[in-house]
């Protein structure tokens, strides 16, 4: 039972991607998983996973209108997600703070809770580091991205908590490109996966669901699958070259 926040120094770096993709290959290797939209003010879980609107959704539990099991939703793939509101009204009501409170309920629940966490170091973004057991930094392998990540694990660290390590995704491998190592001796953390780029996941958003479900032989779903074997110490056996040429791409 433990809550991973998915966090990274700037937005759209695949954070939002990241989140529901290891959810959902954790999932896929039998494990009790809820994904919660902790990105308060631009949330976009219910958006990638057709749950834009729903009658009961995070910032009700936050003002105290709702219990957190309410707000719990299972995805027609077995994947359980807790949306935020897309309306704005509630923003100045909401009590960050509880979002701590919030998921020491959901590890009592799941085998992983994952907070996919609003991007920099705002009041938000700090409320769903602090509620975490271990951090993920999501970036790609572009300057500006690698030096906010740091930014975050530097402020992570102050607050004390654990991080897990460094995911790089939207890997093209440009000469223009930092490379592996460069970055995980600039951040000074372990990298624990590279995610290629893959023009599949914006397909999946179409599709309203995670690319490891809609094209499970992809590159990126295949790294995605590595990684949460990673996490979950799963001796994970990647499907053969027959299987994939011949499956769902």
């Known amino acids: ?4 926040t998915i966090t990274s120094g700037k937005g759209g770096v ?3 991607t990241t989140a529901i993709n290891l959810g959902a290959a954790l999932n896929f290797f039998e494990k009790e998983v809820i994904i919660l939209d902790a990105n308060l003010t631009t949330p ?5 996973l057709g749950a834009p609107i729903v009658p009961v959704n995070l910032n009700h539990v936050l003002i105290e209108k709702a219990k957190i099991s309410d ?7 077995g994947t359980k997600i807790i949306p935020s509101s897309l309306s704005v009204k509630e923003l100045k009501r909401l009590n960050y703070s509880k979002l701590k409170e919030v998921g020491a309920k959901l590890k009592k629940m799941a ?3 994952i907070f996919d966490s609003a991007a920099g170091l705002g009041e938000e973004a700090k409320a769903a580091i602090e509620a975490a057991d271990e951090l993920i930094l999501v970036t790609n392998p572009e300057i500006p991205a690698v030096t906010d990540a740091l930014k975050t694990i530097k402020f992570a660290e102050n607050l004390g908590k654990e991080v897990r390590g460094v995911i790089i995704t939207r890997v093209r491998n440009s000469k223009n490109e930092m490379s592996p190592n460069n970055i995980r001796d600039m951040l000074e953390t372990p990298l624990i996966g590279i995610v290629p780029e893959d023009k599949n ?6 599709h309203k669901d995670a690319l ?8 990126a779903s295949r790294a995605y699958k ?3 074997a990673r996490l979950a110490d799963i001796d994970y056996k990647e499907p053969g070259l027959l299987k994939r040429l011949f499956g769902r791409n």
């Open 1 to 4: 039972m433990k809550l991973i």
């Open 14 to 16: 695949g954070k939002t």
């Open 44 to 48: 976009n879980i219910g958006l990638h």
């Open 71 to 77: 707000a719990i939703y299972e995805h027609e793939s």
């Open 111 to 113: 085998d992983y809770v």
């Open 201 to 206: 996941v914006q397909s999946s958003v179409r």
């Open 212 to 219: 490891v479900h809609v094209y499970p032989y992809s590159k």
């Open 226 to 228: 590595r990684i949460a």
